[in-house]
């Protein structure tokens, strides 16, 4: 067992009087990929923005390495994140936007072309972010995680977009870069597709965590993890 690398300790943000993320523990090792699940609105990305620096937490912590993500210096080397979308100019090219990326953490641009190609979108170099599909957005985020190869790596629903060849080399993707010993933390609103890659999971409903544990452990006779949620919640799985 690897030591916890990713720890979020009694995680609370508030939105006014609205409770997104209600006291939320997590400990994750190095070496593990982590799904962080539940249906839209259970307080994934809010978790995960905080963890990023990208947001405060109302109370609590979330540490990266025993950091605060803003504590990090040059945090691409460390922690690669994506977020829905590259969040780029449209009218930039992929090669300008991680020329950016490089150079705001001193990467060497040589690295560039070796993340688009992990990420298959070599072809795609001198397009504009603008006329990407979803799935080569998606890619091109994931490509821009990858350029400091950092030993952290954070997805927000890594797969929206992807069509099913896509949805493969991501999954497979994730095992190689787990199998080099980097710790995964993913969020997903589909079960199944998480299903087929982690080995740990933690449901979120309404901000809390409602069960956790290994994926053999929580599925427990189940044969699905949209069953086990059914059963947790007595309610449909609302994606
Ligand atoms: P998920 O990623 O699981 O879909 P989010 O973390 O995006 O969930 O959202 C959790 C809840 O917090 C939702 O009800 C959402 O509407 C609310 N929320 C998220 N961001 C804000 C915000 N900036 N202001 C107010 N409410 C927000």
Known sequence: MGEQVIVLTELTK???????????????????????????GAGKSSTLRILLGLDRPSSGTALIGGKKYCDIERPL????????????????TVFQHLKIAAASNGIDFSRIS???????????????????????????????????NPQYLIFDEPTNGLDPSGIRWFRNFIREQASNGKTVLLSSHILSEVEAVTDKVV?????????????????????????????????????
Request: negative net charge.
């Open 14 to 40: 508030q939105y006014g009087n609205f409770t997104a993320v209600d006291h939320i523990r997590l400990n994750i090792r190095q070496g593990e990929i982590f799904g962080l699940l539940g249906p839209n």
């Open 77 to 92: 080397l460390t922690v690669g994140a994506s977020f829905d979308g590259v969040g780029a100019p449209s009218d930039r």
């Open 114 to 148: 070796e993340v688009l190609s992990i990420t298959d979108i070599e072809h795609k170099r001198y397009s504009k972010i603008g006329n990407l599909f979803l799935g080569e957005g998606q890619r091109l985020g994931i490509a821009t995680a990858l350029l400091g």
């Open 203 to 239: 449901f979120i409903d309404k901000g809390s965590i409602i069960a956790s544990g290994t994926l053999h452990n929580i599925l427990n006779g189940f044969d699905n993890l949209e069953d086990v949620f059914f059963h947790l919640t007595g309610g449909d799985y609302d994606e």
